[in-house]
């Protein structure tokens, strides 16, 4: 954003929860006495917005940094200096933030998604069938030792794929499958419950059905 509308920012106020929910987050700030304040203030005002707002006589610094490789770049060089600080709010989806850690944990998350050819690639897990059955007593048998002469009888058995869409949520998601509500929101309650939601990347809905794979499943007599 140029100079010149940044200082237009200057006569309007940001509400920061609504803001919040079509930025990819939103930061109040106000002076602080660390040395790398013109820094971090510097990085703040090249965002998609940022306003200036004097109250009883104190500045106070809104940014919204908008859901791109840019702007979460910007985010993540602004937290780098300013998390610290004293009074520093952060708001992502109508929500205040309590801490920085997860935020900065997404935020680097997303860009490294950015700088694959695909993001999928870096985002999406491709795994087995988590409901079918067969697919724990194929791995138990896989770790089994057998001590006999008697010929091994196999049987192929087809194992559903699916893409799960997060990486980042992926070892910390457990399935239910007698849960009323849908894996796909099952997937983005536990992304809200982590603070991950607001990833520019997340969608529960790529949840999805992607093909088979066969398998041996082993018979002993």
């Not at 791109?68 to 060089?77: E, F, Y």
């Not at 091994?152 to 009323?180: A, N, S």
Request: hydrophobic share 35%; charged share 25%; aromatic share 10%.
């Amino acid at each position: 954003m140029s100079s010149s509308n940044n200082l237009l920012m200057k006569t309007q106020s940001i509400d920061p929860f609504s803001e919040s929910f079509s930025s990819l987050l939103v930061v109040v700030f106000s002076r602080s006495s660390s040395k790398n304040f013109p820094l971090a203030l510097n990085i703040a005002q090249g965002a998609e917005k940022f306003a200036e707002i004097t109250v009883d006589g104190k500045v106070t610094y809104c940014v919204c940094f908008g859901g791109n490789q840019v702007d979460a770049a910007r985010a993540l060089a602004f937290l780098d200096y300013a998390a610290s600080w004293k009074g520093v709010q952060i708001f992502s989806r109508g929500k205040l933030v309590p801490s920085s850690y997860h935020i900065v944990e997404v935020l680097n998350c997303y860009l490294k998604s950015q700088s694959c050819r695909d993001s999928k690639a870096h985002c999406h897990t491709v795994i087995d069938d988590p409901f079918n059955p067969e697919i724990e007593k194929i791995r138990g048998l896989s770790l089994s030792i057998r001590i006999t002469d008697e010929p091994t009888i196999t049987q192929e058995v087809e194992i559903d794929r699916y893409v799960f869409p997060c990486k980042h949520l992926y070892h910390r998601f457990r399935f239910q499958q007698d849960h009323p509500a849908s894996t796909e929101n099952l997937i983005q309650a536990k992304a809200v419950d982590l603070g991950c939601d607001w990833c520019p990347n997340f969608d529960a809905d790529n949840w999805k059905k992607v093909g088979t794979k066969t398998v041996l499943k082993e018979f002993f007599e």
